[in-house]
């Protein structure tokens, strides 16, 4: 019995052994499986190749620099390798193609771009700062002399930076620099490329010949397909509504009507006794030109706090010192800068550091919107007041003096003669003191010292008249 007892013990022993071993064998498969399966993701997925799409479709402003800026922080966040932007401009201003150029040329990440029609003008210094380019059959690239707003041709100191430009571009990125110069300077001879003396656009073939385009395309996919990215994970670029509004108040167009708003505003408002709609449309503006531009990090505090010592300074020229003086001056300049440098981009740690070109161009936009305002709003105070056509807003009875009304003109004619004190120089205009009580009045010829004793001599559009008395 113990004989059989221990073979039996023996044979179950071992076929738990071997069924213990095919376990194991089968766990060592089904393992080495998942690992096989992990390691094809991980190939698969490496295979693919991120790309990162935007789009330059509109004139080259400050929107656009945003929206760039925007694209390339997107970018490096999902660990794109490779950024493509399709384009389509016509150019636009200088120096915000200069802040893109550099960006691009900067990159550590690839940069493509599709020419998707145009790439004119300040479109072109972008596009030669890519990596690569490509263009749509019949599409052109060139043409990059600076013009003003009217299109005429600036001077040819703007026209020289330019040229560098270009070339330093077309160097850094292997292609030819005196070619990128001939898209601007018209008088520069290429021999087979450039002799016309005219300013050097390139069709696409063109392009391609002259190692200016690396080859045709209908899309950005088919640009990725040609230039050797098959499988690829692309990731569009989506602006949501608070980036599109904030690119739209920021466009210099709308800078300069909300400049328009503010000054306005603030003439209407002294026009006009208390506090009205007037001031209320100069301060929502004025929120709206500093709030984006302070998001953006353009404007800094000490500029917005520029622009309201310039209005305090204004205020205070006007309703507390007689005629229009040095605070009267400063406050103008506090204004004009405060919304001048808020336009423009500061260097980090160089917060006073300016750029000259960028300076004139925002000084100028600045300049100008506030003398549309000025005459805009004296032109527009001087039909209200004589139009007819809002008289339903306005009380039509009338105070006759045969039912005992007396007007304030009856009163101030009644001085005429009288004699009193400047309280405050006349230069022409301040304050004289007349029997007790204070009245805003001018000096008839010079300017009268105060303490000066003056006698009315006429009331004429609301307004006192004097002169020294004998």
Request: proline letters at 3%.
């Amino acid at each position: 019995m113990s004989y059989k007892y221990l073979i039996m013990n023996r044979n179950k022993s071992h076929i738990f052994n071997r069924l213990l071993f095919y376990i194991l064998i089968v766990f060592s498969v089904f393992f080495q499986t998942l690992e096989m399966n992990a390691q094809t993701s991980e190939e698969e997925e490496s295979a693919f190749t991120r790309v990162y799409v935007f789009d330059i479709k509109e004139e080259i402003a400050p929107p656009v620099w945003r929206k760039t800026q925007l694209a390339f922080q997107e970018a490096n966040e999902i660990q794109a390798e490779l950024i493509v932007i399709q384009m389509n401009t016509y150019g636009g201003l200088v120096d915000v193609a200069d802040s893109i150029r550099t960006k691009i040329l900067n990159s550590l990440i690839p940069v493509y771009v599709f020419i998707d029609n145009n790439a004119a003008s300040a479109g072109a210094l972008i596009s030669i700062a890519c990596d690569s380019i490509y263009m749509v059959p019949g599409a052109s690239i060139g043409a990059a002399t600076v013009v003003n707003q009217t299109g005429e041709v600036v001077p040819d100191k703007y026209q020289s930076y330019m040229r560098s430009m270009m070339r330093s571009t077309a160097e850094a990125t292997g292609r030819d620099p005196k070619i990128a110069q001939a898209m601007v300077d018209p008088s520069m001879f290429v021999a087979g490329v450039s002799d016309s003396g005219k300013v050097l656009t390139f069709t696409t073939s063109e392009a391609m010949y002259h190692k200016f385009c690396e080859g045709k395309a209908n899309s950005v996919r088919e640009v990725l397909r040609i230039s050797g990215h098959k499988n690829v994970d692309i990731t569009y670029q989506e602006l949501n509504i608070l980036d599109k509004f904030i690119n739209f108040l920021i466009h210099p167009a709308v800078s300069s009507i909300l400049i328009i708003i503010i000054i306005g505003g603030i003439y209407f408002e002294i026009q006009t006794p208390g506090i009205g709609l007037p001031i209320f449309a100069a301060i929502t503006a004025a929120l709206l030109y500093f709030a984006p531009l302070y998001l953006e990090g353009l404007a800094l505090n000490w500029e917005i706090l520029m622009f309201i010592i310039g209005i305090v300074l204004l205020l205070i020229e006007l309703f507390a010192i007689p005629g229009f003086g040095v605070v009267g001056i400063l406050g103008l300049i506090c204004i004009v800068g405060g919304l001048t440098f808020a336009m423009l981009e500061n260097v980090e740690g160089k917060p006073f550091s300016i750029e000259m070109i960028p300076f004139i161009k925002a000084f100028f936009t600045v300049i100008t919107a506030m003398i549309i305002a000025l005459f805009g709003s004296i032109y527009l105070s001087k039909k209200l007041l004589t139009s007819t056509r809002f008289g339903q807003f306005a009380l039509q009875s009338i105070q006759d003096k045969n039912e005992g009304f007396t007007t304030a003109s009856d009163n101030y004619t009644r001085m005429i003669g009288k004699k009193g004190v400047v309280r405050s120089m006349l230069r022409p205009s301040g304050k004289v003191k007349i029997e007790g009580e204070v009245y805003n009045a001018t000096a008839l010829s010079g300017f009268i010292d105060a303490n000066e004793a003056i006698e009315v001599v006429k009331y004429q559009t609301g307004q006192l008249f004097v002169r020294k008395a004998e």
